[in-house]
């Protein structure tokens, strides 16, 4: 299974909602990433999860709060977020961090909507 | 600083030719690890094809291949016999970005093959 799975497909949420996104991977990878992405756009680092423990944050507002309950599970809560942060969230998972050996696999990311 | 450049924002192609998508990089390390993945239009990214840079041949993953000039810094990925499904965004994606060893993605180049 090189699948790496993300819910919902789609969000729409207004400033004062609180949600989460979920991200899923049963490769047995030990690193973990979010990233958001605009249109047209790379994607663009949030976090970096390595063996279950936050290893990199890109300096993200605390509006977005990271969370790895276990290895093969990541999720993203949001709350009080802002027209802005409205983009494609991509989930991404590899076997390791930190050597820039190994490809990332990517999840379809999540269509969020702030309104 | 190390960063990656992909000075093609837009290209096209006709189906069944072949086309040749521009990276460049900025390192001063000497072994390392280059990847070129793709997305296409409201789909997943995936990888389409890695190079090893300490291996001096270059990488080829049937119609795709790359070519690779270590000591200029460049990574192009060269897509013969075009195809429709080709159409996507293509980002060259360089572990090196922030001396973690994490990718980092260059802008990308949106390819649409026309029939």
């Known amino acids: 299974d090189t699948e790496v799975t993300q819910t919902p497909k789609h969000l729409v949420m207004g400033m004062t909602n609180k949600k989460s996104l979920k991200c899923e991977q049963h490769?047995?990878?030990?690193?973990m990433y979010w990233y958001k992405q605009k249109a047209k756009k790379p994607p663009e680092l949030m976090f970096v999860?390595?063996?279950?423990?936050?290893?990199i944050n890109e300096s993200v507002p605390s509006r977005f709060s990271p969370e790895c309950p276990n290895s093969s599970l990541l999720n993203l809560h949001l709350h009080a977020l802002q027209p802005e942060d409205s983009a494609l969230y991509l989930c991404?998972?590899?076997?390791?961090?930190?050597?820039?050996?190994?490809?990332?696999?990517f999840g379809p990311g999540t269509r969020l909507t702030v309104t | 600083a190390q960063t990656v450049t992909q000075s093609q924002p837009e290209m096209s192609v006709q189906e069944a030719e072949t086309v040749t998508l521009s990276c460049t990089y900025d390192?001063?390390?000497?072994?390392?690890?280059l990847f070129w993945y793709k997305q296409p239009p409201s789909r997943q990214m995936i990888l389409v094809i890695r190079?090893?840079?300490?291996?001096?041949q270059n990488a080829t993953e049937n119609r795709f291949s790359v070519n690779f000039q270590k000591a200029a810094k460049s990574f192009s990925l060269k897509i013969s016999d075009s195809q429709l499904g080709d159409t996507a965004m293509y980002f060259c994606?360089?572990?090196f970005g922030r001396g973690s060893y994490i990718p980092t993605f260059g802008r990308g180049t949106s390819l649409i093959v026309h029939p």
């Open positions: 991404a998972s590899s076997q390791e961090a930190g050597t820039g050996t190994y490809e990332q696999y």
């Open positions: 490769m047995g990878h030990r690193a």
């Open positions: 999860y390595s063996y279950e423990k936050l290893s």
């Open positions: 390192t001063s390390e000497n072994n390392y690890y």
């Open positions: 190079q090893e840079a300490y291996k001096q």
């Open positions: 994606a360089f572990p």
